[in-house]
T-cell receptor
Framework: AQSVAQPEDQVNVAEGNPLTVKCTYS??????LFWYVQYPNRGLQFLLK??????LVKGSYGFEAEFNKSQTSFHLKKPSALVSDSALYFC???????????FGKGNQVVVIP | KAGVTQTPRYLIKTRGQQVTLSCSPI?????VSWYQQTPGQGLQFLFE???????NKGNFPGRFSGRQFSNSRSEMNVSTLELGDSALYLC???????????????FGPGTRLLVL
């Protein structure tokens, strides 16, 4: 079964500094990887996904993620964090042929003004 | 396009009661999935519907059920509520179901259920 690990509970970063949220995955076949963000009392908002092709994926709001097959990682990055980026971030993976998303536990990102 | 809508947004029930939650997918989306989100267990997959058929089911007891209508709207039902059913229930829609694994699921705002 597919699974995702987000090793850090909380990521603190100063506004304007680079932001990285880590994710590693485990799947039996080719991975389909997703990042979502959740603001308080809201649903999940799609940021970006990796299906195939270029290992660097660009998404919404200036976020990007780098797929690394050898390290089975899909870290989310933003060059310059904003206070409004403070939220809960989820990494998810899906196997081909299986439409269920397996989510990591989530990372709370706190951007300090 | 309007996003995924879920009703009601908040619900308070007592143990033993049953509850029905509703989800309207994005126009044109035919696949609907349901997830439960709790602080302890995180996000867990409940089930997925496509063309009024359940295509996939997570590891939840039979008290949790769902259905999908011909217009792709979906409902989930929880019978004999337990305290542990208190959670945020999220619905997600996508164009394609299983086999379209690259499809993006778009989530609604959720229904927050509190069981007393």
């Amino acid at each position: 079964a597919q699974s995702v690990a987000q090793p850090e509970d909380q990521v603190n970063v100063a506004e304007g500094n680079p932001l990285t949220v880590k994710c590693t995955y485990s799947v039996s076949g080719n991975p389909y990887l997703f990042w979502y963000v959740q603001y308080p009392n809201r649903g999940l908002q799609f940021l970006l996904k990796y299906i195939t092709g270029d290992n660097l994926v660009k998404g919404s709001y200036g976020f990007e993620a780098e797929f690394n097959k050898s390290q089975t990682s899909f870290h989310l990055k933003k060059p310059s964090a904003l206070v409004s980026d403070s939220a809960l971030y989820f990494c998810a993976v899906r196997d081909y042929g299986n439409n269920r998303l397996a989510f990591g536990k989530g990372n709370q990102v706190v951007v300090i003004p | 396009k309007a996003g995924v809508t879920q009703t009601p947004r908040y619900l308070i029930k007592t143990r033993g009661q049953q509850v029905t939650l509703s989800c309207s997918p994005i126009s044109g989306h035919r696949s609907v999935s349901w997830y439960q989100q709790t602080p302890g267990q995180g996000l867990q997959f409940l089930f997925e519907y496509f063309s009024e058929t359940q295509r996939n089911k997570g590891n939840f007891p039979g008290r949790f059920s769902g259905r999908q209508f011909s217009n792709s709207r979906s409902e989930m039902n929880v019978s004999t509520l337990e305290l542990g059913d208190s959670a945020l229930y999220l619905c997600a829609s996508s164009l394609a179901p299983s086999g379209g694994a690259s499809e993006t699921q778009y989530f609604g705002p959720g229904t927050r259920l509190l069981v007393l």
